[in-house]
């Protein structure tokens, strides 16, 4: 996968060699000498990546990180810091500043490339989730460009497979206080276990005894529940070969031992904060979904997802022979709720009215709302008897039981209903649906309270 990069350093030898070996592998390299210059180029076109040196004259690389992680448009943009700094202090002070990697000079062309590659590869997703969360802020749900979501480090639930019991507990013990981890030492088990469990993080021992690390590797990636679960390899010095394939299988981040307890806590955190965030997108993604297709008053889908589903319901009925009924519910009189009662009181009656019609049709059917006080059901493998059936509960249910508004008064209302179904091989969506409306206008006119059938 390839992407845009940027490098930051005020040597510019520094920039002509990483600016060369990403080149190679086919990223698009720009360079900024300074970080006033790296903000101003990130704040006209935000790239994939950027590789910031930490000691640069006026704006440091630490600040220069603090800012883009403060900017919205920004913030989730990765930062990798290149430093020949490898104080613990300075790891630190760089995590606190939003840093999402660590790169020390001189820098292994094995280590650029596959952090490069794995944070472009998440820069991607997020930027996926991110199209597809649009003006969140107008549809009343939270901002997912906070940047208090990247900055913060929830404690992760991790998995650690290792069969090397001593390595396995110096591990936990690097994380004491920080996450929790469960070890294991079988990888079949592990997989169970990771497709049963909600982890935030892999850690794969690479040099398992009796079992190939990505294989497991391989099968995590392969599961549907799991696929985009974060993986971290812990490798030898030697390792390189088989960590490149392990970059190519999906792996996130990877380790070399010895491991380096404030190095194994920045990559930890790095991988479960990125989790947690892209968690949070997908889960914006779903409440945005449901509210384009749900009535936001009553919980029933609108009418946006109703005229969808019909098509499909009727392209179904016409396939496969079906039958088809579709109802059209406008409650009495409704006007005068509103004028005498309130808006508030109208709400309250619009939403009961949604119970009782959906408490009143099967499991196979659909209920939506249709604008203002009418409603629609559409109800597949149903002739036009057994929609009458339907419609009677449904005027039954509204006629037999009083309204309770919001100041405990009970006000009696009933409902009108038409009815109309598929008749033939040229039917459309619109021809039963006028069947069914002009049954309702006819039930308005014969004094209410009624369902009609109106046939072709």
Do not use: W
Request: glycine share 6%; aromatic share 4%; with cysteine.
């Amino acid at each position: 996968m390839t992407g845009r990069v940027l490098v930051v350093d005020d040597i510019p030898a520094n920039v002509k060699v990483l600016e060369a070996r990403l080149t190679a592998e086919y990223f698009d390299v720009s360079t900024a000498m300074s970080g006033e210059e790296a903000l101003a180029k990130c704040a006209q076109m935000p790239p994939d990546i950027v590789l910031l040196d930490v000691m640069m004259p006026g704006m440091d690389g630490f600040e220069v990180c603090r800012r883009l992680k403060a900017d919205p448009r920004t913030m989730h943009v990765p930062v990798v810091m290149v430093t020949a700094l490898d104080q613990i202090a300075d790891r630190v002070k760089g995590l606190e500043a939003g840093a999402d990697d660590f790169l020390t000079k001189p820098v292994s062309d094995t280590a650029l490339v596959t952090r490069v590659k794995s944070l472009v590869r998440l820069k991607a997703l997020t930027d996926e989730l991110r199209l597809r969360t649009p003006g969140r802020r107008g549809l009343g749900l939270d901002d997912a460009d906070d940047p208090r979501l990247l900055a913060e480090v929830p404690e992760g639930n991790i998995l650690l497979v290792d069969d090397r019991r001593s390595s396995a507990e110096r591990l936990v013990a690097a994380c004491n206080g920080r996450h929790r981890l469960t070890i294991e030492t079988d990888p079949q088990q592990a997989l169970f276990r990771v497709a049963e469990s909600d982890f935030d993080l892999v850690i794969v021992s690479l040099g398992l005894a009796n079992f190939d690390a990505l294989r497991l590797v391989s099968q995590i990636r392969g599961l549907e529940r799991t696929r985009m679960l974060p993986i971290l390899l812990l490798a030898e010095l030697e390792d390189r070969a088989r960590l490149l394939r392990g970059l190519e299988l999906g792996v996130n981040d990877y380790l070399v031992r010895p491991v380096d307890r404030q190095e194994l806590l920045a990559r930890v955190a790095t991988q479960i904060r990125r989790k947690h965030y892209t968690d949070r997108l997908r889960d914006s993604v779903q409440q945005t979904m449901e509210l384009a297709v749900t009535d936001g008053l009553t919980g029933l889908h609108n009418r946006r997802f109703m005229s969808t589903h019909l098509e499909h319901t009727l392209e179904q009925a016409h396939r496969h022979q079906r039958q088809l009924a579709v109802l059209i519910a406008d409650m009495d009189h409704f006007k005068a709720v509103n004028d005498t009662y309130g808006h508030d009181a109208g709400d309250a009656v619009l939403r009961d009215l949604a119970t009782r019609i959906e408490s009143s049709i099967r499991g196979a059917d659909l209920a939506c709302r249709y604008g203002g006080e009418e409603f629609v059901v559409i109800m597949p493998d149903t002739d036009l008897a057994s929609a009458r059936v339907v419609g009677e509960r449904i005027r039954e249910r509204v006629a037999g039981e009083p309204f309770r508004l919001p100041d405990g008064r009970l006000l009696p209302r009933t409902i009108s209903i038409g009815i109309g179904a598929l008749e033939s091989a040229h039917d459309t969506v619109e021809t039963i649906m006028k069947r069914a409306d002009a049954g309702l206008y006819e039930a308005k006119e014969g004094g209410r309270n009624r369902v009609v059938l109106r046939a072709a």
